[in-house]
């Protein structure tokens, strides 16, 4: 769908033309998984899908939403703003309005808005389509709210602080306790460039994903096994109480603040074994992902994908957020000559795979894991070859 064909569509569902159009990516995530709450680093990129907002004002004091991808409506009085019943959609802007009030006391509403969403990242996909709604929706009302305070000349203090918001919305209104990766790559995003991030301090750097003759390939499970806010909430947990044990013989706040050597030291004080694999998953990413970082800053693509598949290994082996599927189209892409490294991206279980592959080899990498993949499972991969593109933006 073109951005004119978006327009017009709000111009059919209100009578009255669109004021304003935002933009926010969806992200994949090139190494550094199940770190971001953990205190360490990440290595995301934003893509070129992602949520579409077109807003215009009202004079009805009524929040008005609509999607093009979902068929439920609301109209919500500016007086009676609430979260929704039934896991409305409508509560993933409703919780950014509502954060934003509460992180910028100055922000108010000062009218009612016809809204209109649109996304095109694939959906339970694992590539953050609610992120990046989250932040589209921040971006927008942090302007509209007029929350002057985060609207600072700083242009990545302001992006850093939207990113914040979507993370807080995810908290506490879709009930994921998430680290800061999806909404943070949503946010700060840079066309052809990875963010490497410190997801303790916030601190970040752009790296140019340069890959001459290697394609970033993302593969779509379309599982329906997905990482719900359970399973996900338990590893949040079970790498609390890691943190807990090992604090006894070296006080720590965070897993990823242990090295490999010191992990040799302090291992044996967790005595619970699940928290035992998660730590051990969280100490080798943290390392694999400097690691990586510095292997692609050196052009050495091989190591780089090596990387990526002993991730891949530990988030199966010690994680435990692989699963069938993902390990199926993981396992398949390794055989396969011209692929460099292949690893689930993400939350786990369900969802997508990312992997570097050889430009001549990308024909074969499709033909060979879609069969192998749909023989083991059932199902039909699909394939996208990754465009990294900008962050949240004003397009209109
Ligand atoms: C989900 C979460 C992120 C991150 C990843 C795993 O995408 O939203 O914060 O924890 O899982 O790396």
Redesign the pocket.
């Known amino acids: 769908m073109t951005t004119q064909e978006m327009m017009s569509a709000f111009e059919q569902a209100y009578g009255h033309k669109a004021e304003k159009m935002y933009f926010a990516p969806g992200r994949v995530?090139l190494i550094?998984?199940?770190?971001?709450?953990n205190g360490g680093c990440?290595f995301p990129c934003a893509l070129s899908f992602g949520a579409w907002l077109l807003i215009a004002k009202n004079e009805d004091q009524v929040l008005r939403f609509r999607s093009l991808n979902m068929p439920q409506t609301y109209n919500i009085a500016l007086s009676a703003i609430c979260p929704q019943p039934d896991k409305a959609w409508c509560n993933y802007a409703l919780g950014c309005l509502d954060i934003i009030k509460r992180r910028h006391p100055e922000a108010a509403l000062k009218s009612g808005y016809d809204l209109l969403y649109y996304g095109n990242v694939p959906a339970g996909a694992?590539l953050?389509s609610?992120?990046a709604m989250e932040v589209v929706t921040a971006r927008a009302f942090t302007e509209e709210m007029s929350a002057v305070s985060c609207q600072s000349s700083d242009d990545k203090a302001y992006r850093t602080e939207l990113a914040l918001i979507g993370?807080a919305c995810?908290h506490e209104y879709a009930g994921?306790m998430?680290?800061?990766?999806?909404?943070f790559a949503s946010a700060q995003g840079k066309k052809d460039h990875a963010i490497y991030l410190n997801c303790d301090t916030l601190e970040f750097e752009h790296v140019p994903v340069k890959l001459d003759g290697i394609k970033v390939v993302i593969t779509n499970t379309h599982s329906p096994h997905h990482?719900d806010s359970g399973a996900?909430n338990d590893r949040v947990r079970q790498c609390k109480l890691a943190v807990e044990q090992i604090s006894k013989v070296k006080p720590i706040k965070f897993l990823a603040e242990l090295t490999e050597e010191d992990w040799k030291e302090v291992q044996s004080a967790i005595t619970d074994p699940i928290a035992f694999k998660r730590a051990r998953h969280v100490v080798g990413e943290v390392a694999r992902t400097a690691a990586a970082v510095e292997a692609l800053k050196r052009g050495e693509i091989a190591y780089f994908g090596e990387l990526m598949t002993a991730s891949h290994v530990s988030l199966r082996d010690d994680y435990e957020?692989t699963g069938p599927e993902l390990d199926a189209l993981a396992e398949a892409a390794w055989q396969v000559e011209g692929v460099l490294g292949s690893r689930m991206?993400?939350?786990?279980f369900g969802g997508c795979t990312v992997s570097l592959v050889k430009d001549e080899a990308i024909e074969q990498f499709k033909a060979f894991v879609g069969k192998e993949y749909e023989e083991k499972t059932g199902l039909k991969a699909d394939f996208y070859v990754a465009e990294i593109g900008d962050g949240v933006a004003r397009l209109a």
């Open positions: 995530n550094g998984e199940h770190t971001d709450y990440v694992g953050s609610s992120a993370q995810e994921v998430c680290g800061i990766m999806d909404q990482l996900y957020v991206t993400g939350g786990g």
